[in-house]
């Protein structure tokens, strides 16, 4: 135990040089979800509520998402997501059909 202080002073020491090397890396940037395509899980699509799945080759996401009327998905529908509301943390979606025309 009375080895750890001294070796953890030593470590930091010795890795000070080391610290600008770190300091450029950056996390990588998310992809964009615009234009994907997802499923609607909850029974319509609002422009208040609404949910949908979306298979991103992993566990898949579950996002919340909103429509305009006259555009009201229900569950089961495939849309395609137009666009991002950071505030309501939503995207704007319409039905892949209607994408489609």
């Given at each position: 135990?009375g080895?750890?202080?001294?070796?953890?002073?030593?470590?930091?020491?010795?890795?000070?040089?080391?610290?600008?090397?770190?300091?450029?890396?950056?996390?990588?940037?998310?992809?964009?979800?615009?234009?994907?395509?997802?499923?609607?899980?909850?029974?319509?699509?609002?422009a208040?509520?609404?949910?949908?799945?979306?298979?991103?080759?992993?566990?898949?996401?579950?996002?919340?998402?909103?429509?305009?009327?006259?555009?009201?998905?229900?569950?089961?529908?495939?849309?395609?997501?137009?666009?991002?509301?950071?505030?309501?943390?939503?995207?704007?979606?319409?039905?892949?059909?209607?994408?489609?025309?």
């Amino acid at each position: 135990m009375g080895a750890a202080i001294p070796a953890v002073a030593l470590t930091s020491v010795l890795l000070r040089p080391l610290r600008p090397l770190f300091a450029h890396l950056d996390p990588p940037e998310a992809r964009s979800l615009i234009g994907r395509v997802g499923q609607v899980t909850t029974p319509q699509v609002t422009a208040r509520s609404g949910m949908a799945a979306l298979d991103d080759g992993g566990a898949g996401l579950l996002l919340q998402v909103r429509s305009q009327p006259p555009d009201e998905p229900v569950r089961g529908d495939r849309v395609v997501l137009l666009g991002y509301d950071p505030a309501d943390n939503s995207y704007l979606v319409i039905s892949e059909d209607r994408f489609n025309v």
